[in-house]
């Protein structure tokens, strides 16, 4: 075996011909690329092919649970040029261009993420085995960082699996788990971990493969293999594309005209992947996304309370079977953390239940997920009216109406029916958790745990701590919305607390447009274009007409008159117009495409004559400039600890755009001094409720920036 000190890379030549390389980069948890490795992996190339006793090569990881993570993102962000990057790539498809055409037989013995540059280096060899472990997962996200992949992944995916699944591949930046890799192509084989390296050396003996084509039916033939069929995949492929990110995120595009290039020739491909590669490494987005990464990841490391170990979570309760309460459930038996559901109606429980069941299920049909595991999944949901099996539960979750006498009595049933210890968390949308803790026998146990909906998919849990609130309550409580799967933000109790509050003016001010005659449809394309998910008219029906109006009146009474909503929302629910939820809101849910178009009754009602009046970046300015200058007053009181949390909150809460890297990364980009200057314009024209917030103003003058 030989090892240089320190080396990331290990050659290990079995008696029976084979050469085990272990790649175990030191003092890390996760195997990353770097250019640094070239000269240790190029020695190790040069070992194996002057050594002809040796007949095949395994390519493992030394670390327990990954094989490699891809290349090194803080490595990338230090390129200072776009030809500094492309250097990187080219340097990249060569060490893989040499193993693919090395005349004996590679083999990626893959445990855990072999992700981007990792699942590159994988597919230059010329067969995979995979583990069956949950932590296996195979893919090429660098779109997700603004990027593509950059080491041959672009004509090596497509040629594996075809152009279509590639290309979705690439687009989307999905994760294959095992199953779904072996069934795409990704690997050949999906061993179970103990016999990973037997199997991998077994294929190691084996010839290379005869070259093979991906399997395709007739039309995927005709698509990907013909030229008309190919212009035909690329103008859909791009259309699509562009209908989705509206020009905001360059690297689809460039994903796209590099497999076009590879499709013509191999050569072009990579000489295109290259070149592309280094341009996205400095566009500004990805510059962004990337921050995004670090900043989820140093979270990641966080407690919520320096130095305040978190308390041993057994077992769970969720107070309320609702949309809330179900998708609750959810999220805690799918860290393997029993929940025990209680609600006034069984109908209650079983709602709850079905909202597990209806997610998983459709895993299962579609062999994503096995039936055992779903079972076990279930199993660790039941349910209850009354508050037997609560006695030993660690952390009790509220999810019932925003009704402040009920939450208090359910802290005051909780603190009679449990232990001494268990937390009770609210989660409470925008009642002060220092109101609920009020008549507490134990306030130290109350803590507010803030979900956003779907609890499933949104990201982001906000944790609120009221003055009373213990430190452990904290720690535990951040610690158990990570263990479900959230990126937790810790947040002083107020009216709205964060996300809620720098939301709502957002939304008056969109409405307040919408008052004005501008059509519905222009206000929500308008915030479209600029990176929202959904547009200000459309997600009110979806929250709900009515759980905004209920909002509004506790941010007026805590935060001021600023928070007033336009009376629009009044005369909406006057006509019993909730939203999506009863079928009857801004837009149209009757028809044949519910939700799709405007509900033109709505002028009428609100006494309107739409007319455009506005451009899409007026209209964008004035909603998400109030929305910076919230966010700025919460940094300033403490409301958050940082501006760090202030982007993630946004971006994962309300799905402020991530290429702009969130409301205070957006600022400084912008230039305060301009935010500032842009506010006070809107202020003389349309009021007081522009004012720019203090903070603003003195970072202006200081020419300060919050990074
Ligand atoms: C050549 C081209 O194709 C370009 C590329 O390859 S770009 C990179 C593509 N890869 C990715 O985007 C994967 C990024 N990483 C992850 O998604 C996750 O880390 C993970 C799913 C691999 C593992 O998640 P988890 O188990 O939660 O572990 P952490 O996220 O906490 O990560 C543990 C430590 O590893 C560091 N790390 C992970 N990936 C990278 C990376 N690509 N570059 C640099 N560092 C990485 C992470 O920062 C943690 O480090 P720490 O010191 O423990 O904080």
């Known amino acids: 075996m030989t090892n240089e000190k320190n080396s990331a890379f290990t050659l290990d030549v079995r008696e029976n011909g084979v050469a085990v390389v272990t790649m175990d980069v030191p003092g890390e948890s996760m195997n990353t690329l770097r250019a640094e490795f070239a000269d240790e992996i190029n020695h190790v190339l040069d070992q194996i092919e002057g050594n002809k006793n040796i007949k095949g090569v395994v390519l493992i990881s030394g670390k327990a649970s990954s094989f490699v993570a891809g290349a090194d993102i803080g490595m990338l962000d230090k390129c200072t040029t776009a030809e500094e990057a492309e250097q990187l790539s080219l340097q990249g498809q060569a060490t893989m261009q040499r193993i693919e055409n090395m005349p004996v037989t590679w083999v990626a013995a893959i445990n855990g993420p072999a992700l981007g540059g990792g699942l590159e280096l994988a597919m230059c060899c010329h067969y995979r085995v995979c583990t069956d472990s949950d932590?296996?997962?195979m893919g090429l996200p660098e779109v997700q960082l603004g990027l593509l992949p950059g080491s041959g992944g672009t004509q090596r995916l497509p040629r594996l699996i075809g152009l279509q699944a590639g290309m979705q591949a690439m687009l989307t930046g999905k994760q294959f788990r095992p199953k779904q890799a072996k069934k795409a192509g990704i690997v050949d084989e999906v061993v179970p971990h103990s016999v990973l390296l037997d199997v991998a050396i077994e294929f190691a003996l084996k010839r290379k493969p005869a070259p093979r084509q991906p399997k395709l039916n007739l039309v995927g033939k005709l698509l990907e293999r013909t030229p008309f069929g190919r212009q035909v995949l690329f103008k859909q492929a791009r259309k699509q594309t562009l209908s989705k990110t509206r020009g905001n995120y360059p690297a689809p595009e460039r994903i796209l005209d590099v497999l076009e290039a590879g499709a013509i020739s191999l050569a072009k491909g990579y000489k295109t992947e290259a070149k592309y590669f280094g341009e996205l490494v400095m566009t500004p987005e990805s510059r962004q996304l990337r921050n995004i990464f670090f900043a989820t990841t140093e979270m990641k490391k966080e407690h919520g309370v320096d130095g305040v170990e978190p308390a041993k979570v057994a077992k769970a309760a969720v107070l309320g079977g609702g949309l809330m309460g179900g998708g609750i459930a959810y999220v805690t038996a799918k860290a393997g953390i029993p929940a025990r559901i209680k609600d006034i109606r069984a109908e209650g429980i079983a709602n709850a239940m079905k909202y597990s069941f209806d997610l998983l299920m459709p895993r299962v049909k579609r062999r994503i997920m096995s039936k055992a595991l779903m079972q076990k999944q279930m199993a660790l949901l039941t349910g209850s009216t009354d508050y037997a099996g609560f006695k030993n539960t660690d952390i009790v979750v509220e999810a019932v109406f925003e009704d402040l006498k009920l939450k208090q009595q359910m802290v005051a049933d909780i603190e009679s029916q449990c232990a001494e210890t268990t937390i009770f968390a609210s989660n409470t949308s925008s009642i002060p958790i220092g109101q609920i803790a009020a008549q507490a026998a134990r306030?130290?146990?109350?803590?507010?745990?803030?979900?956003?909906?779907?609890?499933?998919?949104m990201p982001l849990a906000e944790v609120i701590a009221h003055s009373g609130t213990s430190d452990q309550t904290i720690s535990t409580t951040v610690a158990f919305a990570r263990r479900q799967g959230k990126t937790p933000i810790v947040v002083k109790d107020g009216a709205g607390f964060y996300v809620n509050r720098i939301l709502a003016p957002y939304m008056n001010e969109a409405a307040c447009i919408l008052l004005a005659g501008e059509p519905i449809e222009h206000i929500d394309k308008s915030l479209l274009n600029f990176g929202f998910p959904v547009g200000p008219m459309k997600l009110?029906?979806?929250?709900?007409?009515?759980?905004?109006?209920?909002?509004?009146?506790?941010?007026?009474?805590d935060l001021g008159e600023r928070f007033t909503a336009p009376d629009a929302f009044d005369k909406l629910l006057q006509d019993d117009r909730k939203g999506k939820k009863n079928k009857s809101g801004l837009y149209d849910y009757n028809g044949k495409k519910p939700g799709k178009a405007v509900d033109e009754s709505v002028y009428t009602l609100l006494g309107i004559s739409p007319r455009q009046q506005l451009s899409d970046d007026q209209i964008a300015e004035r909603c998400v400039l109030l929305m910076l200058n919230e966010a700025a007053m919460c940094l300033d009181e403490g409301v958050i600890r940082n501006a760090r949390d202030g982007d993630i909150g946004a971006i994962f809460g309300i799905g402020f755009p991530p290429f702009l890297g969130g409301p205070f990364r957006y600022m400084d980009s912008l230039g305060i001094d301009h935010v500032v200057a842009r506010l006070n314009y809107y202020a003389g024209v349309l009021g007081d409720k522009f004012k720019p917030a203090e903070v603003l103003v003195k970072m202006a003058a200081e020419k300060a920036t919050f990074y």
């Open 540 to 557: 009110l029906d979806e929250v709900g007409i009515d759980v905004g109006s209920k909002i509004s009146p506790i941010l007026v009474a």
């Open 443 to 457: 306030p130290e146990n109350v803590i507010g745990l803030h979900y956003f909906s779907p609890v499933d998919k």
């Open 135 to 137: 932590k296996t997962v």
